[in-house]
T-cell receptor, first 115, second 115 residues
Framework: AQSVSQHNHHVILSEAASLELGCNYS??????LFWYVQYPGQHLQLLLK??????LVKGIKGFEAEFIKSKFSFNLRKPSVQWSDTAEYFC?????????????FGAGTRLFVKA | DAGVIQSPRHEVTEMGQEVTLRCKPI?????LFWYRQTMMRGLELLIY????????DSGMPEDRFSAKMPNASFSTLKIQPSEPRDSAVYFC?????????????FGPGTRLTVL
């Protein structure tokens, strides 16, 4: 079955530390890839997305993600986190053989940034 | 644009009662999704519609759950009878099929508590 794996369920960092959240998916065909963020008490919102082209994509708030096709990975990075980055982060995949609309979400990674 | 609108934001009910959750998608979006989020299972896709037609309901947990989309601007998710294990946050999301821009826009969610 198609799945999305996020390696860490909880991450605790101090401000200014670097962040990398892992994401792997188990689908061999063409995919669209997303990272969504859910701040405390808020709804999910898009952080960044990859459809094609440059495998290094930049999103809002200084986040970026790199698509490595050979590793089926789409890891999220930020060089220096802030307290306001405390949130839950979801990796998501749209396998295009579903028309690209059946999004499969990972279990999420809860990030807590200490001030 | 007001974004995806969900009501109620919070619902507390007793086991056995019928619960109806409502969603208004973004105007012009032709895909609508219902998700359930719990600590144990993360974010699960329950069902999605395209042009008001249910496309995939394989995520609906059991017959107690039903969803309808009578028109392009309204959808309901009904649980009858409700059980304590249905307690979760239910999100509605919508998307446009224009191009391959499959970003989903999420509503604020309905936090359901079944006592």
């Amino acid at each position: 079955a198609q799945s999305v794996s996020q390696h860490n369920h909880h991450v605790i960092l101090s401000e200014a530390a670097s962040l990398e959240l892992g994401c792997n998916y188990s689908y061999g065909g063409t995919v669209n890839l997303f990272w969504y963020v859910q701040y405390p008490g808020q709804h999910l919102q898009l952080l960044l997305k990859y459809f094609s082209g440059d495998p290094l994509v930049k999103g809002i708030k200084g986040f970026e993600a790199e698509f490595i096709k050979s590793k089926f990975s789409f890891n999220l990075r930020k060089p220096s986190v802030q307290w306001s980055d405390t949130a839950e982060y979801f990796c998501a995949v749209n396998p295009l053989n579903t028309g690209g609309f059946k999004t499969i979400f990972g279990a999420g990674t809860r990030l807590f940034v200490k001030a | 644009d007001a974004g995806v609108i969900q009501s109620p934001r919070h619902e507390v009910t007793e086991m056995g009662q019928e619960v109806t959750l409502r969603c208004k998608p973004i105007s012009g979006h032709d895909y609508l999704f219902w998700y359930r989020q719990t600590m144990m299972r993360g974010l699960e896709l329950l069902i999605y519609f395209n042009n008001n037609v249910p496309i995939d309901d394989s995520g609906m947990p059991e017959d107690r759950f039903s969803a309808k989309m009578p028109n392009a601007s309204f959808s309901t998710l009904k649980i009858q009878p409700s059980e304590p294990r249905d307690s979760a946050v239910y999100f509605c999301a919508s998307s446009s099929s224009g191009g391959f821009n499959n970003e989903q826009f999420f509503g604020p969610g309905t936090r359901l508590t079944v006592l």
